[in-house]
């Protein structure tokens, strides 16, 4: 049991870097809505030096311009979720960058799922959930069950108490799909709650996935 490859792990490296110190290690940026930097090499102690090292510096990094902020009034805010594996002769350390930091419009958090997901997925991410498999609250089943009948019997969503939530959800996805019935309502529905998973996932990258979030991705790199 526990040799479950997560979509995380498949997920390539999309630039390769080299951090002075270390450049036996292989290191890069992952393909992945949140902010990994993976680090390869086929010395354990190696990686538990660069992982280290990396924890240190993130713990001490602020980026204005990123809203990258270390602390604020002395409470610290950058983390990582380091998580290793073995792949062939390799080992390999993917350190996810967190950031705690909270405003007003985000009081949970400003890289937690924001307030349009809270419908689906209101908790923090977990380990699971950043390697890629949704962890989702027990009250989807009954919920998803009301809303493909009230979706089937076109009935008004907004009436009722249990799903009333997920209306504007529901009026986004609902145009994509010409044809929906008793066969496919349950498939569209796993579909489209995995869609705001990976929203949900993005929310968490401290990094966007966009050509401003990769500048400042390199910035941190280049700090190192």
């Not at 049991?1 to 890069?28: H, L, S």
């Not at 992945?32 to 190696?46: A, H, N, Y």
């Not at 960058?97 to 809270?118: A, D, F, Q, S, V």
């Not at 609902?174 to 579909?191: H, R, T, V």
Request: charged letters at 30%; a negative charge; proline letters at 4%.
């Amino acid at each position: 049991g526990g040799n479950y490859e997560f979509a995380m792990a498949k997920a390539p490296m999309e630039q390769y870097y080299q951090i002075k110190g270390f450049e036996d290690i292989e290191v890069g940026i992952v393909r992945w809505p949140l902010s990994v930097i993976r680090v390869r090499s086929k010395e354990t102690s190696r990686l538990v030096e660069i992982g280290d090292y990396i924890l240190k510096k993130w713990r001490e990094y602020t980026d204005e311009e990123a809203f990258v902020y270390a602390y604020t009034n002395d409470e610290p805010h950058n983390t990582i979720t380091p998580i290793a594996r073995k792949k062939e002769e390799m080992f390999e350390l993917d350190l996810t960058l967190r950031n705690n930091i909270t405003t007003k419009e985000c009081p949970l958090g400003l890289y937690h799922p924001h307030n349009e997901l809270h419908h689906i997925k209101k908790e923090n991410i977990g380990l699971i959930e950043v390697m890629g498999l949704a962890v989702l609250p027990a009250r989807l089943k009954d919920e998803m069950q009301e809303l493909a009948n009230y979706i089937l019997d076109k009935k008004d969503i907004s009436q009722n108490d249990l799903i009333k939530k997920h209306v504007d959800w529901v009026e986004e996805f609902i145009p994509k799909y010409p044809e929906i019935n008793q066969d496919n309502i349950m498939e569209i529905l796993m579909k489209e709650i995995g869609i705001v998973f990976t929203k949900v996932l993005e929310d968490a990258g401290v990094f966007k996935c966009d050509e401003k979030g990769r500048l400042a991705f390199k910035r941190f790199i280049k700090s190192l």
